[in-house]
C-alpha cells in the first residue's frame, strides 16, 4: 500500500478535486482506493456524501476520531464506502480542526496517529490518497506526511507558484530530518491552467527553475471537474470519456512511473 498527500500551502488551487480524480483514475485501473480527508473544511467528503450526511456524523467516525484521545476507533468505524466500487473515504468533520495545532513536532504520539491508523488497513487498500487542508504549518498536515510515501502539490501559473514551491520543499524535509525519512516529493502539478500568455509564462518560468520536478502533464481551468464536484464523484469515474478525465489519467500515469522505484522496493521485500 503506498500513500500519497495532496499539499498545498493555500486554498484554490484544486487540491481537493485533484485528490478526488486522482482517486477515481487509479480505481478506475483496478487499484482498492482510500480517500482521507484531513481538511477541516471537509470538502472532498461533502462531495462524496453530501453535506447533510457529513454534518450528522458524530466526531468518533470522522477522521476526527483518529485524533480525539476519548475515542479509539476501529478501521470500520471511520471508513465509508462509497458508490464506486473500491473506493472509500474517511469523512472529515467539522470538529477536525481544532486538533490543527501548531507546532506539530512537538505534539508527541499524536503526530503518529495517521501512520498507526494505515498500518492497520495495509492489507486492505493499494492506495491510500490523502487530502490536507491549506494551512501546511499544523498537526493535521503534519501528521499526514508522517504516514506518507509520497507527495503531489497542486500549483498555480501565478507570481506565488514559485513561492509555493519552496514552502513545500521545506516542510517536507523537516517532516524528513523528524519523522519520516521515507518521504518524497513526487512533483509539482500545474493545475487549473487558464489559456492566457502570461500563465504559459509562468508555468515556464517554474519548468525553467524546478524542471523535472514539475508534471510534464497539465491540468487546465475546465468545467468538467466542478460538473463531476455537483455530481458527486470523480470525473474519472463519472465521465471516463472527456477529456478532463483523459488528463487526469495522464497525471496518475505519470506518478505511476515516479512511483515505480518506491514500487519495485516494496515489492521484492
Not at 21 to 48: I, K, T, Y
Not at 128 to 151: C, E, H, K, Q, R
Not at 225 to 249: D, I, N, W
Request: glycine share 8%.
Amino acid at each position: 500500500m503506498l500513500t500519497i498527500s495532496l499539499l498545498a500551502r493555500k486554498g484554490g488551487t484544486g487540491k481537493t478535486t485533484m485528490s478526488l480524480s486522482l482517486a477515481g483514475a487509479f480505481v478506475a485501473g483496478g487499484a482498492r482506493v482510500l480517500c482521507l480527508d484531513l481538511d477541516g473544511q471537509g470538502s472532498l467528503s461533502r462531495v462524496c456524501f453530501g453535506p447533510s450526511v457529513v454534518e450528522a456524523l458524530h466526531p468518533s467516525a470522522t477522521a476526527a476520531g483518529l485524533f480525539d484521545p476519548r475515542y479509539d476507533p476501529a478501521p470500520d468505524d471511520v471508513i465509508r464506502p462509497t458508490r464506486f466500487d473500491r473506493l472509500a473515504v474517511v469523512p472529515s468533520s467539522d470538529t477536525l480542526e481544532s486538533f490543527n495545532r501548531p507546532h506539530p513536532a512537538e505534539a508527541g504520539e499524536a503526530q503518529h496517529v495517521v501512520r498507526r491508523f494505515l498500518a492497520e488497513v495495509r492489507d486492505r487498500f493499494d492506495l491510500v490518497v490523502i487530502d490536507t487542508g491549506p494551512n501546511t504549518s499544523g498537526l493535521l498536515g503534519w501528521a499526514a506526511l508522517a504516514a506518507s510515501d509520497y507527495v503531489v502539490s497542486p500549483i498555480l501559473a501565478d507570481p506565488f507558484g514559485a513561492q509555493a514551491v519552496i514552502h513545500v520543499q521545506r516542510l517536507v524535509e523537516e517532516v524528513r530530518e523528524k519523522v519520516n525519512p521515507k518521504l518524497r516529493i513526487a512533483g509539482y502539478l500545474v493545475n487549473q491552467r487558464k489559456k492566457e500568455a502570461i500563465q504559459e509564462g509562468y508555468e515556464q518560468t517554474l519548468r525553467s527553475i524546478h524542471g523535472p520536478m514539475i508534471f510534464a502533464a497539465v491540468i487546465p481551468l475546465m468545467a468538467a471537474y466542478k460538473e463531476a464536484a455537483a455530481a458527486r464523484g470523480p470525473v474519472t469515474l463519472l465521465k471516463p470519456k472527456l477529456k478532463a478525465s483523459a488528463l487526469v489519467q495522464a497525471v496518475a500515469d505519470e506518478l505511476t512511473d515516479r512511483m515505480a522505484d518506491t514500487l519495485k522496493r516494496k515489492d521484492a521485500a
